[in-house]
């Protein structure tokens, strides 16, 4: 059965020092959420407080409406697919699946049809009478995936579960797990701190930092919209754009910095006040460039290119503005051929960079 988790002021202290601040998160039924954000940010204090192998210092953990907050890991029915996977290195890929059926009693033939259809989902078949040690990295992830979702859990925690895989493991199971997601339609809370992994697989993502949530949206929304300097810079690159908000009309702003002058969206800032000091995002893939200054309602800047480099589809070029301000465009190879100390102009729609709250210090 899915069900909807929500954390109500939890939060964890280690005598003075804050592991997570107090936070409010709400989990809907079969969601995937990735939790992801740099080291220390809390994200997994949230995910082993929800395990239960985390004691929360103040808030509460309700499952449905029902506080589960004191409630061992044990009795909260849950699947937790940890780093180093925790496979017991004398029991065959089948044997391992079967463990937390014979935990709860299921043995024997009444456990043969779940233990069939999880190696059938985590393409484990040919596998059965492996050893683990007899088996690839990715395979042992699979064993762990499957193991964890043998029982029918009402949520599967992940805790960064392909960190051991080689980048291009790490690109198939992005794939996998989404496609497995949505065969058994569990609500999966994921751990990491990998941008690309998040984009790839969520229908939403958390972003935290120092111990608190800073933005909660589908990816889309976070990459295009980002409330703070921090979630623009953590997920993906910007440019950042820091001047002095001179007029505000019909939701865009006009900020000059130097000798730049741009519009941008006000995004998430409510009411942003001319003459006030302000931060727009702008991200590399939304410059173009130009050999000459391009007609239309565009904003503009003349710069130096002072590095290329080539990404194969992508080519990412810095530029060098008069006033020395820098930006970065990333334009697709083969659309300009530019060489380095070239004289260029950059453009971008008037909604592409968006108000951001600034990093704080």
Same mark, same amino acid.
């Given at each position: 059965?899915?069900? #909807?988790?929500?954390?109500?002021?939890?939060?964890?202290?280690?005598?003075?020092?804050?592991?997570?601040?107090?936070?409010?998160?709400?989990?809907?039924?079969?969601?995937?959420?990735?939790?992801?954000?740099?080291?220390?940010?809390?994200?997994?204090?949230?995910?082993?407080?929800?395990?239960?192998?985390?004691?929360?210092?103040?808030?509460?953990?309700?499952?449905?409406?029902?506080?589960?907050?004191?409630?061992?890991?044990?009795?909260? #029915?849950?699947?937790?697919?940890?780093?180093?996977?925790?496979?017991?290195? !004398?029991?065959?890929?089948?044997?391992?699946?079967?463990?937390? +059926?014979?935990?709860?009693?299921?043995?024997?033939?009444?456990?043969?049809?779940?233990?069939?259809?999880?190696?059938?989902?985590?393409?484990?078949?040919?596998?059965?009478?492996?050893?683990?040690?007899?088996?690839?990295?990715?395979?042992?992830?699979?064993?762990?995936?499957?193991?964890?979702?043998?029982?029918?859990?009402?949520?599967?925690?992940?805790?960064?579960?392909?960190?051991?895989?080689?980048?291009?493991?790490?690109?198939?199971?992005?794939?996998?797990?989404?496609?497995?997601?949505?065969?058994?339609?569990?609500?999966?809370?994921?751990? &990491? !701190?990998?941008?690309?992994?998040?984009?790839?697989?969520?229908?939403?993502?958390?972003? +935290?930092?120092?111990?608190?949530?800073?933005?909660?949206?589908?990816?889309?929304?976070?990459?295009?919209?980002?409330?703070?300097?921090?979630?623009?810079?953590?997920?993906?690159?910007? #440019?950042?754009?820091?001047?002095?908000?001179?007029?505000?009309?019909?939701? +865009?702003?006009?900020?000059?910095?130097?000798?730049?002058?741009?519009?941008?969206?006000?995004?998430?800032?409510?009411?942003?006040?001319?003459?006030?000091?302000?931060?727009?995002?702008?991200?590399?893939?939304?410059?173009?460039? !130009?050999?000459?200054?391009?007609?239309?309602?565009?904003? &503009?800047?003349?710069?130096?290119?002072?590095?290329?480099?080539?990404?194969?589809?992508?080519?990412?070029?810095?530029?060098?503005?008069?006033?020395?301000?820098?930006?970065?465009?990333?334009?697709?190879?083969?659309?300009?051929?530019?060489?380095?100390?070239?004289?260029?102009?950059?453009?971008w729609a008037p909604d592409a960079p968006v108000l951001v709250t600034p990093r704080e210090g």
């Amino acid at each position: 059965m899915k069900r #909807n988790l929500v954390l109500s002021g939890v939060e964890k202290r280690y005598g003075d020092f804050v592991a997570l601040q107090k936070t409010d998160l709400e989990i809907k039924a079969g969601e995937f959420v990735t939790l992801l954000g740099p080291s220390g940010s809390g994200k997994t204090t949230i995910l082993m407080s929800i395990a239960g192998f985390v004691t929360p210092t103040s808030g509460q953990i309700l499952l449905d409406g029902e506080n589960i907050t004191g409630l061992p890991p044990e009795r909260r #029915n849950f699947g937790v697919v940890f780093q180093g996977y925790a496979l017991f290195p !004398h029991l065959t890929v089948y044997e391992n699946v079967a463990f937390p +059926l014979r935990a709860r009693g299921i043995r024997g033939e009444a456990a043969r049809p779940k233990v069939e259809a999880a190696l059938a989902m985590a393409q484990l078949d040919p596998f059965a009478e492996r050893l683990p040690r007899q088996l690839s990295g990715g395979q042992q992830q699979r064993v762990a995936l499957a193991r964890s979702l043998v029982f029918g859990p009402e949520l599967l925690l992940l805790d960064e579960p392909l960190s051991a895989l080689d980048r291009s493991l790490r690109k198939e199971f992005q794939t996998e797990f989404k496609a497995i997601h949505r065969k058994v339609g569990t609500t999966f809370i994921y751990v &990491t !701190h990998d941008q690309e992994e998040a984009l790839t697989m969520s229908d939403r993502i958390v972003i +935290l930092d120092r111990g608190r949530i800073l933005q909660s949206a589908p990816p889309r929304d976070l990459y295009e919209r980002p409330e703070t300097e921090f979630v623009a810079g953590f997920l993906g690159k910007s #440019n950042f754009l820091r001047g002095r908000i001179e007029c505000v009309m019909d939701g +865009l702003v006009e900020i000059h910095c130097g000798a730049l002058s741009s519009r941008a969206s006000a995004g998430h800032q409510q009411d942003p006040v001319p003459g006030s000091r302000g931060t727009a995002a702008l991200r590399p893939e939304k410059i173009a460039l !130009h050999r000459a200054k391009p007609d239309g309602d565009l904003c &503009t800047a003349r710069g130096r290119t002072t590095a290329i480099t080539y990404l194969g589809s992508a080519i990412e070029v810095e530029l060098a503005l008069p006033d020395d301000t820098r930006l970065t465009a990333m334009v697709p190879a083969g659309s300009i051929s530019v060489a380095e100390g070239e004289e260029v102009f950059a453009s971008w729609a008037p909604d592409a960079p968006v108000l951001v709250t600034p990093r704080e210090g």
